[in-house]
């Protein structure tokens, strides 16, 4: 069914292609803002699976750094700290990896070295693994620059302790500070031009009294500072103008699972500590995460709690380094109008701050500027230097896209996009650019895992979610929900936490669904969620690695791709029972698709490269043209042409990207470039009604669109 791929021709002369990104604002934990220090205006955000942004103050949004990041460089978009150099505000570093486990699917961690303030970047590999994506990512920051002596960087590892660099970040060595896990890194005031700061303070995760440690001699040795709290570990730590270094503390590393906070200063010249917590913890457990010392009014400063859910948490103001402290949430509006989604989130709540606030950073040239985070994006405010006036906080995310895609799907009518988001739920996605026009799942259920249509009657979808009910369907296309009536029995939810509801399909008609659920068999049902069968010689979900997939013709067919056991079954009566078809296709595939007006066409795509069956799962034959294939969907067919656009997200020729084929396989175009790569690509589906429309849902980066537009049009940022 496939020819011998020949070289792609360009597009037509007088169309471009190009990627922006679905309006969607935030959705996902941010866990830290970087001011710099000496450069007005300049700012970072790090994210702990969506890579760094820079703000643009110009046109008022975050632009993406990473998008460059390949498929093997994916677990780099969680960046774990930000540093910058006093010296030079062009020079950017970001120590870069999400996870610390040394498994066959991760990576050690890099430093990524930018002298253009993020358009560019060298990648330098380092010896340990990091934990962006891992708790203690919203303490910091922990990777530093030395402010006298631009060629000296510390950075405070997840598990392997304290490093530093004399080259500007190009080779490392570990220092002698005995402790595993560096929370941050902080220069004490002083020193000369050209010269290592002496002086470097580090907090530790330690609970008996040595979180706190100091080096006189600019890191070569190191010793507990006397009388740090026990029981407590830093979060982040700021000095004064007043000499006295500023700490807030909590008896876990976060941002969940801490009951036990402080907020307390250290005197250096005298060895004393004082503590100036705002409320103390009792019957409402809580710690203190977030501090900011304002640089222009000595005094001033802010703190956060971290993990108060019962009242929700605070951001306490002092003007007196904390002799007194006011909270801010009394005199606070959080204006909603650019995210509409965040009302349903919160249950409709105005006034609350929100929670996972990890960070909160006064800007050093402008006291009444200030961000703080949360788990799902940015507040910022204008006017914090009148300490009486209202607060009027904006959700400030305009191009962080922040959000954990889990599925995509686009019908032949109604709105071109609905999504599957991971903690915030989805949408349906009736203007791509804009969020305010599109339309939030209510009720919402926190992260949805499945998502299909019924592609001979589109207005019925069906979705899962982590909260009870755990699943629902629309009959309008995802305007309007109703909760299924029942589950089945194997998701099992005693406290209510939630659970891992995990795929589900609908057939071709809109009559029968088929579910999944975590460490489950499949299940059917043919009334819309009133009662659940079991089929019949289906794998069990072991790995939560089965997903249901109908055919998009005929409404008796289903079938699911065990990729561990590198097998595919089939159903021809609806899903009640299963047969075993293929069992030579790729282990650790991607996800299967059935094609659109083609009954028994499924497309897989693995370690060999590209492969197809036509009769239904039973065989499967190679596509030539791809080493590696990790993600396949269809589009539009071409003008004149009958089967659908074949995209592909994968590596031909040693050349990574995503391509498209208009002619079953016989030519593919190459769609990315090296600037936008989208190495951590989760699911992909194409749009039926516009030809070479292609939407990314991205594994941190929200949703990507790519389609040809016309040179002279201006693509939206």
């Known amino acids: 069914m496939a020819q011998t791929p020949s070289p792609a021709p360009s597009p037509a002369p007088k169309a471009v292609y190009s990627w922006t990104h679905v309006d969607i604002r935030g959705g ?17 955000a790090r994210t702990d699976i969506g890579g760094a942004y820079r703000y643009d103050g110009a046109a008022d949004r975050w632009v993406p750094l990473l998008d460059f990041l390949g498929h093997d460089d994916a677990m780099l978009n969680g960046v774990l700290s930000i540093g910058l150099d006093p010296q030079n505000p062009d020079r950017l570093y970001l120590a870069c990896g999400e996870y610390t486990a040394d498994t066959p699917w991760n990576r050690k961690a890099a430093l990524l070295i930018s002298n253009d303030r993020g358009r560019t970047f060298d990648k330098v590999e380092l010896p340990f693994y990091l934990g962006g994506n891992e708790d203690g990512r919203s303490t910091g920051e922990r990777l530093q620059v030395d402010p006298h002596l631009g060629s000296t960087l510390f950075l405070g590892t997840s598990k392997t302790g304290l490093w530093t660099s004399a080259d500007a970040g190009r080779n490392w060595s570990k220092t002698a ?106 019957s409402e457990t809580f710690g203190y995460a977030g501090l900011s010392l304002d640089r222009r009014t000595p005094g001033v400063m802010v703190v956060s709690t971290l993990n108060r859910w019962g009242s929700g948490d605070e951001i306490f103001r002092s003007a007196d380094y904390g002799k007194s402290w006011s909270p801010v949430s009394k005199r606070s509006h959080f204006h909603t109008e650019d995210a509409p989604w965040l009302l349903p989130f919160a249950g409709g709540a105005h006034d609350r701050i929100g929670h996972w606030i990890g960070d909160i950073d006064i800007d050093p040239f402008d006291s009444d500027r200030v961000f703080y985070v949360t788990g799902y994006g940015l507040w910022e405010n204008r006017t914090f230097g009148d300490s009486k006036a209202p607060l009027h906080w904006l959700f400030t995310n305009a191009g962080l896209e922040e959000t954990a895609t889990l599925e995509l799907i686009s019908p032949p009518q109604g709105a071109p996009l609905i999504s599957a988001l991971g903690d915030i739920g989805g949408l349906r996605h009736d203007d791509l650019f804009s969020v305010k026009n599109s339309t939030y799942f209510v009720p919402n259920g926190t992260t949805t895992r499945g998502l299909d249509f019924a592609e001979l009657k589109p207005d019925i979808v069906v979705r899962t979610s982590d909260k009870h009910p755990y699943g629902y369907y629309s009959l309008d296309g995802g305007k309007s929900w109703a909760g299924f009536a029942s589950a089945p029995p194997t998701i099992v939810d005693p406290q209510g936490h939630g659970v891992m509801t995990m795929g589900i399909a609908i057939n071709a008609d809109g009559t029968r669904l088929m579910w999944i659920p975590a460490k489950s068999e499949p299940y059917v049902s043919s009334d819309m969620g009133r009662t659940w069968v079991k089929s019949q010689g289906a794998p069990v979900n072991t790995d939560n690695h089965l997903y249901p997939v109908s055919d998009r013709v005929n409404p008796n067919r289903f079938y699911l791709y065990d990729n561990r056991k590198k097998t595919v079954h089939y159903s021809e009566d609806g899903g009640a029972t299963f047969r075993t078809g293929s069992t030579s296709v790729p282990d650790w595939g991607s996800r299967m698709r059935a094609t659109p007006g083609q009954e028994g066409h499924l497309w897989l795509g693995g370690w060999n490269g590209l492969n197809v069956s036509d009769d239904g799962g039973r065989t499967f034959s190679s596509v030539p043209g791809f080493q590696q294939v990790w993600g396949v969907t269809f589009g539009k067919p071409a ?67 790519g389609e040809f537009k016309l040179k002279n049009t201006e693509a939206a940022q």
């Open 28 to 44: 996902g934990f941010v866990p830290g803002v970087v001011f710099h220090p000496t450069q007005p205006g300049l700012l970072y």
């Open 177 to 282: 500070l005995p402790a595993s896990h560096i929370l941050f890194v902080l220069f004490a005031p002083g020193g000369k031009a050209g010269s290592a700061t002496s002086t470097v303070y580090a907090g530790v995760e330690d609970r008996d009294g040595k979180s706190l440690y100091v080096s006189e001699d600019a890191g070569k040795s190191w010793s507990p500072v006397k009388g740090a709290p026990r029981g407590l570990m830093p979060h982040h730590g700021e000095f004064g103008a007043d000499g006295r270094l500023y700490l807030t503390f909590g008896n876990n590393l976060g941002p969940n699972g801490v009951t036990d906070g402080a907020v307390k200063t250290y005197d250096p010249a005298k060895g004393d500590w004082s503590d100036i917590t705002p409320l103390k913890p009792g």
């Open 639 to 705: 003008p004149n042409e009958t089967y659908p656009t074949i995209f592909v997200w994968g590596k031909s020729g040693d050349k990574e990207g995503v391509y498209m084929s208009p002619d079953l396989g016989s030519r593919w175009i190459k769609l990315t470039t090296h600037a936008q790569t989208f190495g951590n690509i989760s699911v992909m589906t194409g749009d039926p009604r516009v030809f070479g429309r292609v939407y990314l849902g991205m594994g941190g980066r929200g949703i990507m669109v």
